[in-house]
């Protein structure tokens, strides 16, 4: 029953720690990272509230560490699908019928947990886990997800406000149900903050979930769990499971009650996704609502106008920050070829200042990408430009894995602006860059939109005001996320909602009312104080009657 309207104002962003040498927090993680190291996970699924152990489990290594053992994960099968969706049914009533308030205070607590006891823990996890460097983990496991919970509340509350007017005699409603069924949650590797923003940003709506993280993200989705248990979360409501995708996708998309998906992961796996959905449609109780969030080849055009030094930051930050292993990491670039000497000499300079190795050396500004299937493939992309006269490799171009997956930065430079590292999404510390004539410009804006298939994210460096504003327009539906003068990654929940189209996803913005409106349903209810007691209208009546 509520009894007022509660506020839940604009939060502010969660400050970023800079782990400096000698600061608190580097000596705090640091000493996390030794405690991790120093024990082995046993790491259950959780369904109903309850730790499942199959006993078969799955090893847990550092990236870039390979020889370690960071403990295992118990694996689920078909079963333990079935038994998360009927724990999941179990709880929605429930749940759904839990005051807007406390669902909310929920995820405000665990929101606080991870600023404060579990911080370093969420970063050590995701460091060890998915090679990242602290400062990378800190903005990600840290700073986003507290964002997505923080910010998600106060969303969620500007949309229960919004209601219809009301005329006289009258008063009119709206109602935010969740879904009728369950959200089917699927996360990727790369970012700690996008496995704790899917399933939970359902689940606040009023959803009952199902999550699947990728095996590669156990080590961290475990103590987002974790916390989230902490916090209050009733059993049921979000159960975190095991399993690989075909089985997930078998049960979930067959089942009557499913309700949505949640994605983030390869164009390739949610096109078989949304063709399965498509197929079962017939048997669900609702059409399912689907969202996903895919690939990328993310690009940086430079005007003959732009600061060399400005460009080669951009794209020393944008493509190799955790190892390119971002949907949005630059990954294809035009450079005019009045800057572009000094833009090649700025990039192999600081490709070779960058030092490469694990993430426990805090100098390291690149560490291992995440499994060997993508060394592989990434060092094919590499190993085929060594045998082609149409590009070469202007800097970088070794790998390792004796030790760890390490693919060193490597700079491509491709006659062809078609050429296949120009057009398919790589996923791993490789850039491309093409030198375009500078006086065709307006040429190459067009080269830029059509070259790839996804649109997430892009930018335009220039000092030219009047460029800024044509490709701003000329390149209107080829990025969902656009840089003016910056790399293309980074997006601050609050400040960028992100999301892209094309291929690149159904854009529905993480991080904004956009996400949380798909995972409602709304009701209109409409109350008439005194009722009609005649059929008739005026206009039946005779002339004779009058009025």
Request: glycine content about 8%.
């Amino acid at each position: 029953m509520s009894l007022g309207y509660f506020s839940y104002p604009m939060p502010v962003n969660e400050p970023v720690y800079s782990y400096a040498p000698g600061s608190a927090e580097r000596e705090a993680l640091k000493k996390t990272l030794a405690e991790l190291k120093g024990s082995q996970a046993d790491i259950p699924m959780y369904i109903g509230g309850k730790e499942v152990r199959t006993g078969k489990t799955i090893a847990i290594h550092p990236p870039h560490e390979t020889s370690h053992l960071l403990g295992h994960f118990h694996a689920g099968d078909a079963s333990h699908v079935q038994q998360a969706i009927a724990s999941a049914l179990e709880a929605r009533e429930a749940w759904n019928n839990t005051s807007w308030e406390n669902r909310a205070n929920i995820f405000l607590r665990a929101a606080d947990l991870i600023s404060t006891k579990y911080r370093y823990l969420m970063n050590g996890t995701t460091m060890l886990g998915q090679s990242k460097n602290a400062f990378q983990a800190e903005i990600d496991s840290a700073c986003e997800l507290i964002d997505f919970l923080r910010f998600n509340v106060h969303f969620l509350s500007e949309i229960y406000k919004q209601q219809p007017i009301s005329a006289p005699g009258m008063h009119n409603r709206m109602e935010y149900r969740p879904l009728e069924g369950f959200v089917l949650a699927v996360t990727p590797f790369n970012f700690t903050a996008i496995s704790g923003n899917l399933p939970t940003s359902a689940a606040m709506c009023g959803n009952v979930v199902v999550w699947k993280p990728a095996n590669t993200q156990v080590y961290s989705a475990q103590m987002i769990m974790k916390v989230l248990k902490e916090a209050g979360l009733p059993d049921g409501v979000i159960n975190l499971i095991y399993v690989d995708g075909p089985t997930i996708g078998k049960e979930c998309f067959a089942h009557k009650d499913f309700a949505g998906v949640h994605f983030t992961g390869s164009t390739g796996v949610f096109n078989q996704m949304w063709k399965t959905i498509g197929e079962n449609v017939a048997n669900y109780k609702s059409y399912p609502r689907i969202v996903g969030e895919t690939g990328g080849k993310d690009f940086v055009l430079a005007h003959k106008s732009a600061d060399p030094q400005v460009v080669a930051t951009a794209l020393l930050r944008g493509a190799f920050e955790y190892q390119g292993q971002k949907c949005s990491a630059a990954s294809r670039a035009y450079i005019p070829s009045n800057i572009a000497d000094e833009v090649r000499k700025l990039l192999i300079d600081g490709v070779n200042s960058f030092k490469v190795g694990p993430v426990d050396d805090f100098s390291n500004f690149v560490n291992a990408v995440i499994d060997e299937k993508s060394f592989d493939k990434i060092a094919s992309y590499i190993n085929e430009v060594k045998n082609t006269t149409t590009a070469s490799i202007l800097v970088g171009g070794k790998f390792d894995k004796s030790k760890g997956y390490f693919i060193y930065p490597t700079i491509i430079e491709a006659q062809d602006p078609k050429y296949i590292t120009m057009c398919e999404e790589i996923f791993g510390p490789v850039l491309t860059i093409h030198v375009y004539d500078a006086e065709k410009f307006e040429e190459t804006l067009h080269l830029v939109d059509t070259t790839s298939p996804y649109a997430l994210t892009g930018s335009i460096i220039s000092q030219d005001r009047y460029a800024v504003d044509l490709a701003t327009n000329v390149l209107r539906n080829a990025a969902g996320n656009f840089y003016i003068n910056d790399k293309p990654t980074g997006a601050v929940v609050g400040q960028q909602p992100f999301g892209g189209a094309r291929a690149s996803g159904t854009n529905d913005k993480a991080g904004s009312l956009l996400n949380l409106y798909r995972w409602l349903s709304a009701r209109t209810i409409k109350e008439t104080f005194v009722p009609a007691t005649d059929y008739r209208y005026a206009f039946l009546k005779g002339e004779s009657e009058g009025i």
